[in-house]
Nanobody, 121 residues
């Protein structure tokens, strides 16, 4: 069993910053992509940013230049530094990981429980 535990969400004023963290634990053999998604009520979950095991990154257009994704492979942890936050960034942010588990074949996808980010105007 693998768990993803997020932290770092909260309430911030427009223009402020937050840093999200997500640590993966359990019977992990290796982790490929790790990423952040977000969702607001009534809308589909959308990609925010993703980072490969080698450090290649991809961002949604609406966060380019404001958010930075990074990871610490030794700690199985992914981060999302969010600067210049806007009220429209308010959402539940989910961590995602595609990984290989000890004792299993094939790649599995896991999600965290979500952490709320609220940006006031």
């Amino acid at each position: 069993q693998v768990q993803l535990v997020e932290s770092g969400g909260g309430l911030v004023e427009a223009g402020g910053s937050l840093r999200l963290s997500c640590a993966a634990s359990g019977r992990i053999l290796s982790i490929n992509d790790m990423g952040w998604y977000r969702q607001v009520p009534g809308k589909q979950r959308e990609l925010v940013a993703v980072i490969s095991s080698g450090g290649s990154t991809n961002y949604a257009d609406f966060v380019k230049g404001r958010f930075t994704i990074s990871r610490d492979n030794a700690k199985n942890t992914v981060y999302l530094q969010m600067n210049g936050l806007k009220p429209e960034d308010t959402a539940l942010y989910y961590c995602n990981a595609r990984l290989y588990e000890l004792g299993y074949t094939g790649q599995y996808e896991y999600w965290g429980q979500g952490t709320q980010v609220t940006v006031s105007s």
